[in-house]
């Protein structure tokens, strides 16, 4: 069947400014790190996609190396996107990256020109994609001279392969650095894709001064903890269908009786005002505005709809802030 978008899709979404540009993000993106492999249901992922869209949600986020296996995550939103949403390509942003090992040998990882421009090819080929919206350089090379790396984001904007690039991962110390760098080339830094939660606040020592400073837009990423800021674990069981249940990227070891703590303690704020944690740790993150979008990861259309509609709520008040500092400072 023919896929057609709702035609109120941008009455419930916030968009803001990412950084200085002109492009504006939504509040919510959706990353496709997780569930998108070929081992998930298509359907699901599929049904994901579409409401996020119906949603207002616009910017979808993905790497070279998301699946398993790598590369499939690319080629499941290419079909999702040729079998839906292409008549609406201009109404979507589409964000990839390269950084991590992709395949063997020197020239498959980190940062040089030669890795940066053959895996961006491979994603757009993976996709059908002429051209993403944003190539990320995923995490920082110390081995690399950063002008290299910067002047091949820079070409591959020349290029048209990339309308706007950004950086991952990349430290306060290492973005001051860079991000003048790929300016010296005529090309801004549009993004910065950092790790921010409630219960990661490593942001907050210097990297968002810079990118204030330098114009740069933020997008977070595990804004929920991976699933630990939700309902999922408050009672400290692990759900079978759960990520911590894989015991990979979110280790059982990691999910201590202090941490069940600091959870049901967050949580507890949050039901107070009659929100879930989920909503709670969405809308802390957007009470910064230099915070540009919140970017996070769903197993299913129903936990999208559950995070979305924190949107629909009245932002954090003082008073909720004060508590969660609180709880926070205590951890
Ligand atoms: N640049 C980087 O280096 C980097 C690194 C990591 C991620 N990212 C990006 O950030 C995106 C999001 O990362 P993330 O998946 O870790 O984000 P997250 O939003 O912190 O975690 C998402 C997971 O939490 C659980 N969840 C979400 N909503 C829920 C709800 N309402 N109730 C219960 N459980 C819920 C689901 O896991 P289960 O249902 O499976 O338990 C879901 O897959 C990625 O897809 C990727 O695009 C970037």
Known sequence: ???RANDNRY???KYRRCGKSGLLLPEISLGLWHNFGDADKYETGRETVLNAFDAGLTHFDIANNYGPPHGSAETIFGRILKENLLPYRNEIVIATKAGFRMWPGPYGDWGSRKYLFASLDASLKRMGLDYVD?????RPDPNTPVEETMSALADIVRRGKALYVGISNYSAEESA???PVLRSYGVPCLIHQAKYSMLNRTIE???LDVLEKEGTGCICFSPLAQGL???RYLDGSIPEDSRAFQDRFLKVSSITPELLKTLNALNDIAQENGRTLAALAIL?????ARNTSVLLGASSSAQLSENLSALAQEPLSKDELEKIENVLCKE
């Open 284 to 288: 802390w993150i957007l009470r910064d």
């Open 205 to 207: 020592n210097g990297l």
């Open 134 to 138: 944003i190539f990320y350089h995923h």
């Open 177 to 179: 650095q860079a991000i």
């Open 11 to 13: 009455k419930a979404m």
């Open 229 to 231: 800021l939700t309902g």
């Open 1 to 3: 069947m023919v896929f």
